[in-house]
């Protein structure tokens, strides 16, 4: 029903930014939340950030300061901007989409950002 694409991922180093940024495509009817989880080898897929309801943030602690989500409700696209890169950052970031609280969660196939000298 609704496919998410992501983009932005890279190399960079220890204290530089990166953009990653989402758009989501399909039968679209409504929108409730739009997020990015990340996962490293090895462990756990965790949220990073996302919004939900009319635009309620929430931020993972290790990316709190560092990490800004936009969502752009009329292009249903979602964005974030990471500042002050750390190698623990390092990981796949997959979009998420969800068209109302409860209901499946979309996931994009992930863009792989790497942070190291």
């Known amino acids: 029903q609704v496919q998410l694409v992501e983009s932005g991922g890279g190399l960079v180093q220890p204290g530089g930014s990166l953009r990653l940024s989402c758009a989501a495509s399909?039968?679209?009817?409504?929108?409730?939340?739009m997020g990015w989880y990340r996962q490293a080898p090895g462990k756990e897929r965790e949220l990073v950030a996302d919004v939900t309801g009319g635009s309620n943030v929430h931020y993972a602690d290790s990316v709190k300061g560092r990490f800004t989500i936009s969502r752009d409700n009329a292009k249903v696209t979602v964005s974030l901007q990471m500042n002050s890169l750390k190698p623990e950052d390092t990981a796949v970031y997959y979009c998420?989409?969800?068209?109302?609280?409860?209901?499946?969660?979309?996931w994009g196939q992930g863009t792989q950002v790497t942070v190291s000298s």
């Open positions: 399909g039968s679209i009817s409504r929108m409730y939340a």
């Open positions: 998420t989409f969800q068209a109302g609280p409860y209901q499946n969660t979309y």
